[in-house]
């Protein structure tokens, strides 16, 4: 029997079993989130140095922001497929690594238009990682434990906000937007090389000793020859992946959790985008903050009320989810109704000292259902198809939530006098929408789930007809 702890990194490239699980991958597959979130919001940081070096306005600002995300939409689903299929740990480290070196080429962008296509560029990188990275989480760590590691994940996307904000904040006004660019970049690579260190758990393998099929969490030999992905040539592998794709995804969306979950998730997830992504210019333009001012308030709702809303979410998923039925749906929708409700009175025309309170208790009630709705989706889907699941939610949020919420936001805004407050009150009730979704899924949740794991015990897992 062995002492090492799961994901330490690997000094023997074997494949024996590891006895302990410890929080070392939960942390270095997090930090992947993290670096994600600094690059993708040290732009809100930088709007007014954006819109004098560039000469644009809300709008414009908006398609920069949303130009990731639409990239990201048409790569995640095809990279969810490949994630069931090759080594994760390598795809993520070689997709940070090229990520983080086109953030840095944004800084030497000579237009607008060329800054739009290089940072939507990026959103190749994040859409190989994500379902990579996630479908990892279920291999490491038992159901029982899965809402706390996505709550890990999810606390530092929400540090990586605060600093992406952060740093276009401190940095732009003093050095320029550019700079801001190249060093938010840098960490990425760091990261990158902790994930290549990690050991590969075998897919399925915390759910196999969940049921007592095995004993220990094991992994794939790191030394393993694996076949290249066009050893048949570019052609045969399109047309592999087109087929195998559209199975898959049927598998996926005849899971009736995921079918609720997906609407709901994409309609929290539209409102979401569109009130974060304009929050700093909410601030200066509605409050009268000045820049420094509106990022130190988006701070505290990030450090105050998203990071401790995560981690409760997570710790609170985990302890009731053998306690009330659906509790990893039920229990989201609940509190996202309660966070809807919260921000919409604090627009109200209220002073800073009143506005401030009602949004940082609304902000830590709908970060607590992150962690929950990511660890059901792990609890539904087989864990050969959790590599595709997360591409699907990635590809259903993209779609129908965040690619179109920061324009929708802008056309609001500038159609009634750039009041942003009118914009938010006109988008937020979507949420109410969303939210019922997700209580409704509570009916499915536990059936999905005891199926999948008589699935895990008759060997089974991932490929029977009509899950």
Do not use: K
Not at 201 to 228: N, Y
Not at 430 to 457: C, K, P, Q
């Amino acid at each position: 029997m062995s002492n090492h702890h799961v994901g330490e990194p690997d000094r023997g490239g074997g494949s024996q079993p590891i006895t302990s699980v410890s929080a070392w991958p939960m942390w270095v597959l997090g930090g992947t989130f993290l670096i994600d979130a600094v690059d993708q919001n040290v732009v809100r940081g930088l709007v007014p140095q954006l819109r004098q070096a560039f000469g644009v306005g809300d709008l414009a600002i908006g398609v920069l922001m949303s130009a990731f995300v639409l990239v990201n939409g048409m790569v995640t689903l095809p990279a969810g497929y490949l994630a069931d299929r090759w080594v994760r740990t390598r795809a993520a480290s070689v997709a940070m690594a090229l990520w983080s070196a086109v953030s840095a080429a944004g800084s030497l962008a000579p237009s607008f238009g060329a800054l739009v296509v290089l940072r939507g560029a990026l959103g190749f990188g994040q859409g190989v990682t994500d379902p990579s990275v996630s479908s990892l989480v279920p291999d490491y760590y038992v159901l029982e434990r899965r809402g706390r590691a996505f709550s890990v994940q999810q606390s530092l996307t929400f540090v990586g906000t605060g600093l992406g904000v952060l740093a276009g904040g401190l940095i732009g006004p003093a050095f320029g937007w550019r700079t801001a660019l190249v060093l938010v970049s840098l960490p990425g690579l760091a990261v990158a090389v902790l994930v290549l260190r990690l050991r590969e758990p075998r897919r399925g393998t915390a759910d196999r000793v969940r049921i007592g099929a095995v004993d220990e969490i094991e992994f794939t030999d790191r030394h393993a020859v694996h076949p290249p992905l066009f050893d048949q040539g570019i052609g045969r592998f399109v047309r592999d992946l087109s087929t195998g794709l559209r199975q898959d995804l049927a598998l996926i969306l005849a899971i009736p959790t995921l079918r609720f979950a997906l609407a709901g998730v994409s309609a929290v997830l539209f409102v979401l985008t569109a009130v974060g992504s304009w929050m700093t210019v909410f601030y200066q333009r509605q409050l009268g903050l000045s820049q420094g001012g509106a990022t130190a308030t988006f701070l505290v709702l990030v450090v105050v009320g998203g990071i401790p809303g995560v981690i409760v979410g997570g710790r609170v998923a985990d302890r009731f989810t053998s306690r009330i039925t659906g509790a990893r749906v039920v229990l989201p929708g609940v509190a996202l109704m309660v966070a809807t409700t919260l921000f919409i009175s604090s627009l109200a025309d209220v002073p800073y000292p009143v506005c401030l309170p009602l949004q940082l208790v609304g902000f830590f009630f709908a970060t607590s259902a992150i962690p929950a709705l990511r660890a059901a989706l792990t609890d539904a889907v087989p864990s050969t198809l959790r590599g595709t699941g997360f591409g699907t939610f990635n590809l259903a949020s993209v779609l129908f939530g965040t690619a179109a919420a920061p324009l929708v936001t802008a056309f609001f805004s500038q159609r009634y006098g750039d009041n942003l407050r009118t914009a938010f009150l006109i988008v937020l009730p979507l949420a109410y929408i969303g939210s019922a979704l997700l209580i409704a899924a509570r009916n499915h949740l536990e059936e999905d789930t005891r199926r999948l794991f008589e699935m895990v015990s008759g060997g089974i897992a991932g490929r029977t007809p009509g899950l």
